[in-house]
C-alpha cells in the first residue's frame, strides 16, 4: 500500500530558529500535499495544501511567511516553520494524494512533534 | 461539504463489537462516507469508504442508512490497540487530488480488557 515517511518525528529548537519537517511519498507520485496542525486534545487543523511545482494553497489565519511549504517534486514535501516561537508547539502531519490512488487516498504520514523551547 | 455529529467518547469491553455512529444529516447524493483513525500521536489511519451500500474489509464495516442521514462503523472484535481517535468525514469523491479532507472532533474509544 501507499506509504507516506515524515521525518523527523521529534524535534526539539530554540526560540526564533527555523525547523524544516520533510514528507515523501515512498511508492507513489504525490500530486498533492496537505499539511496540518494538532494541538493536545484537539483535532487535526488543515494548514495548507500544495501540488508538485507550484506554490502552496494557504487556509485563513495560517501564516504564508512564516510556514513556507516548498513541494519541488513529485515525491517530497518541505514545511519549514521560521523564527519558531514556543505557540507553534504542536503535532505537525502530512498527507499526500497522487493519480490512481481513488477516492479513499490520502495517505498520512506518522507526524511531527515540535517543541519550541 | 456535509457537517458530521459524532459522540465524544466510547467505550468498548475488549473482544466485543464496537458500534461507532456518525450523524450526517446534510449529506448529498455525491457524497461519500469516511471513517479514519488516529491513534494516539500517530498520523490518521484509513479505515473503510462507502457512498449507499454497506461494506466490509478486513478492519471494520460501514453500514449506512436507506436515507443515508446516518452511518455506524463496526470493529467486530475490538482490541486494545483499537483505542483510538475515529473520526467520520463527508466528502464528495471527485478524484481530483486538491480536494482536501476536513477532520472534526471525532469520537474517542476506549476499549477495555
Known amino acids: 500500500g501507499a506509504v507516506v515517511s515524515q521525518h523527523p518525528s521529534r524535534v526539539i529548537c530554540k526560540s526564533g530558529t527555523s525547523v524544516k519537517i520533510e514528507c515523501r511519498s515512498l511508492?507513489?507520485?504525490?500530486?498533492?500535499m496537505f499539511w496540518y496542525r494538532q494541538f493536545p486534545k484537539q483535532s487535526l487543523m488543515l494548514m495548507a495544501t500544495?501540488?508538485?511545482?507550484?506554490?502552496?494553497?494557504?487556509e485563513q489565519g495560517v501564516e504564508k511567511d512564516k510556514f513556507l511549504i516548498n513541494h519541488a517534486s513529485l515525491t517530497l514535501s518541505t514545511l519549514t516553520v521560521t523564527s519558531a516561537h514556543p505557540e507553534d508547539s504542536s503535532f505537525y502531519i502530512c498527507?499526500?494524494?497522487?493519480?490512481?490512488?481513488?477516492?479513499?487516498?490520502?495517505?498520512f504520514g506518522s507526524g511531527t512533534r515540535l517543541t519550541v523551547v | 461539504d456535509a457537517k458530521t455529529t459524532q459522540p465524544p467518547s466510547m467505550d468498548c469491553a475488549e473482544g466485543r463489537a464496537a458500534n461507532l455512529p456518525c450523524n450526517h444529516s446534510t449529506i448529498s447524493g455525491n457524497e461519500y462516507v469516511y471513517w479514519y483513525r488516529q491513534i494516539h500521536s500517530q498520523g490518521p489511519q484509513y479505515i473503510i469508504h462507502?457512498?449507499?451500500n454497506n461494506e466490509t474489509n478486513e478492519m471494520a464495516s460501514l453500514i449506512i442508512t436507506e436515507d443515508r442521514k446516518s452511518s455506524t462503523l463496526i470493529l467486530p472484535h475490538a482490541t486494545l490497540r483499537d483505542t483510538a481517535v475515529y473520526y467520520c468525514?463527508?466528502?464528495?469523491?471527485?478524484?481530483?487530488?486538491?480536494?482536501?479532507?476536513?477532520f472534526g472532533k471525532g469520537t474517542l474509544l476506549t476499549v477495555n480488557p
Open positions: 498527507s499526500a494524494r497522487g493519480p490512481g490512488q481513488g477516492g479513499y487516498g490520502y495517505t
Open positions: 462507502g457512498l449507499k
Open positions: 468525514i463527508v466528502r464528495v469523491d471527485s478524484g481530483g487530488s486538491n480536494y482536501k479532507l476536513t
Open positions: 500544495s501540488n508538485e511545482g507550484s506554490k502552496a494553497t494557504y
Open positions: 511508492d507513489f507520485q504525490a500530486t498533492t
